[in-house]
């Protein structure tokens, strides 16, 4: 019974150790984006209006883009932003998209397309097991559906994570687990093209798109209390 306590002391011992000094992750790379595009056709009149933001830094990003066309006195509107921060500990962001097609009574469109998007990509490594947990969601809606997004987490060996579809499709991510030794790319997106055919009014059309991730590593800290915990309890 002695030798079986003494080899649990220290295998928890030697996993406080191995886990407590790989509890950060290291950020190599990033590239974070959000785009707005507006395109309206009414007979042989064209109106279009599109802009994105790009970065490729690690520094915390806080982005809002807007593109508006109209052809009076239709009118077409779309907005996205996205917040988000890269910590030793944690990647979080959100992202939101919406847009809005108006065609008063009297008027007419020979076609119309509200489009955008958000993407989140980070590139990480860790040095030893590392415990992490995800929860991540991705969507995007339109009256005509013509979207993809999703949610992956890739390293080595694969994904470990990957939640990715079209349209409707709508990616929820809430898991926990050990990251070996090694680099991981975390990838959270949606882009939209929310495109409408000839129409007369009254007619109205929105597009929307959305996604949140909360990707995060224990705090040193953290695991010593719980295995100490544990080793207390071996103890008794």
């Known amino acids: 019974m002695h030798h ?3 080899a649990s002391l220290f295998w928890i011992s030697g996993t406080a150790a191995a886990l407590c000094s790989a509890s950060t992750i290291v950020p190599s790379a990033a590239q974070r984006s959000v785009s707005a595009s ?3 056709i009414a007979g042989e009149t064209q109106a279009n209006d599109a802009n994105s933001i790009f970065s490729g830094t ?6 809002t883009v807007g593109a508006a066309a109209g052809i009076d006195p239709i009118t077409g509107v779309v907005s996205a932003s996205q917040l988000s921060d890269i910590t030793p500990l944690s990647i979080v962001g959100q992202a939101d998209l919406s847009g809005e097609l108006n065609v008063p009574a009297g008027a007419s469109l020979s076609a119309s397309s509200l489009g955008g998007g958000a993407g989140l990509s980070v590139t990480f490594s860790v040095s030893d097991l590392t415990a992490y947990t995800l929860t991540a969601h991705a969507s995007a809606s339109s009256a005509i559906p013509n979207s993809i997004q999703g949610v992956v987490l890739t ?3 694969g994904a470990l994570v990957s939640a990715e ?6 990616a929820d991510v809430n898991t926990a687990g050990v990251l070996a030794p ?3 790319t975390l990838l959270v997106y949606f882009t939209l093209s929310a495109d409408t ?4 009014g009254p007619f109205s059309a929105g597009a929307l798109g959305h996604f949140d991730v909360n990707f995060q590593v224990p705090e040193p800290s953290s695991l010593t209390v719980v295995l100490l915990a544990l080793l207390a309890c071996r103890r008794r």
């Open 38 to 40: 507006v395109d309206l």
């Open 155 to 157: 390293g080595a060996g």
């Open 197 to 200: 055919p000839s129409v007369a």
């Open 4 to 6: 079986l306590r003494a």
């Open 182 to 184: 090694g680099e991981y």
């Open 58 to 63: 690690l520094d915390p990003f806080n982005e």
């Open 165 to 170: 579809g079209y349209d409707n499709f709508v």
